[in-house]
T-cell receptor, first 116, second 115 residues
Framework: GAVVSQHPSWVICKSGTSVKIECRSL??????MFWYRQFPKQSLMLMAT?????????EQGVEKDKFLINHASLTLSTLTVTSAHPEDSSFYIC????????????FGSGTQLSVL | GDSVTQMEGPVTLSEEAFLTINCTYT??????LFWYVQYPGEGLQLLLK?????DKGSNKGFEATYRKETTSFHLEKGSVQVSDSAVYFC??????????????FGKGTLLTVNP
């Protein structure tokens, strides 16, 4: 089946630095990618929807200047957490859809971000 | 807004035991309902789904029936295996038309099956 690769799987960074997370669709073209955030024992919360070649659509309450999303190609979307702070520590998950009529959704394995 | 409430874990069972993970939802209209599974170190995978009331989704021995009257989509399996150990997420998607794949998830339920 279709595979979505998310990298890195975990990252530790110092407060004030920026971290980039990549999400790649390996064997299909992803017209739309989604970025989620999950706190321990909480639901996955949709942060933004990313369409190739256009600006991401952010959910209410998500700072677009802090969480920069780029979807420059049909196989790659990136999430950059800028000037990270300890409260940004979380589990980030991407997903991608093929855009076909059936519109199956495939998920990456997630990135655990820890900001010291 | 839409919401999904699922049974809190962790759930620990012995092999061949019966499994139920409860899921209820709040949504307007008639959403589609899903169960996703996340095995250790992997991404979420669609386990089963139902798109209208009274539909039963099934896969790998798991079943869930879309109950409009009780706004529920409980996950069941008659005999669990060690390989079923994973986190299970209930989710809904509004059927508002178009290619909107915005999912609302429950918190996830960790299932551990012991031999």
């Amino acid at each position: 089946g279709a595979v979505v690769s998310q990298h890195p799987s975990w990252v530790i960074c110092k407060s004030g630095t920026s971290v980039k997370i990549e999400c790649r669709s390996l064997d299909f073209q992803a017209t739309t990618m989604f970025w989620y955030r999950q706190f321990p024992k909480q639901s996955l919360m949709l942060m933004a929807t990313s369409n190739e070649g256009s600006k991401a659509t952010y959910e209410q309450g998500v700072e677009k200047d802090k969480f920069l999303i780029n979807h420059a190609s049909l196989t790659l979307s990136t999430l950059t957490v800028t000037s990270a702070h300890p409260e940004d520590s979380s589990f980030y998950i991407c997903s991608a859809t093929t855009g076909e009529a059936n519109e199956k959704l495939f998920f990456g394995s997630g990135t655990q971000l820890s900001v010291l | 807004g839409d919401s999904v409430t699922q049974m809190e874990g962790p759930v620990t069972l012995s092999e061949e035991a019966f499994l139920t993970i409860n899921c209820t939802y709040t949504a307007t209209g008639y959403p589609s309902l899903f169960w996703y599974v996340q095995y250790p170190g992997e991404g979420l995978q669609l386990l089963l789904k139902a798109t209208k009331a009274d539909d039963k989704g099934s896969n790998k021995g798991f079943e869930a029936t879309y109950r409009k009257e009780t706004t529920s989509f409980h996950l069941e399996k008659g005999s669990v295996q060690v390989s079923d150990s994973a986190v299970y997420f209930c989710a809904l998607r509004p059927n508002s038309g178009g290619s909107n794949y915005k999912l609302t998830f429950g918190k996830g339920t960790l299932l551990t099956v012991n031999p």
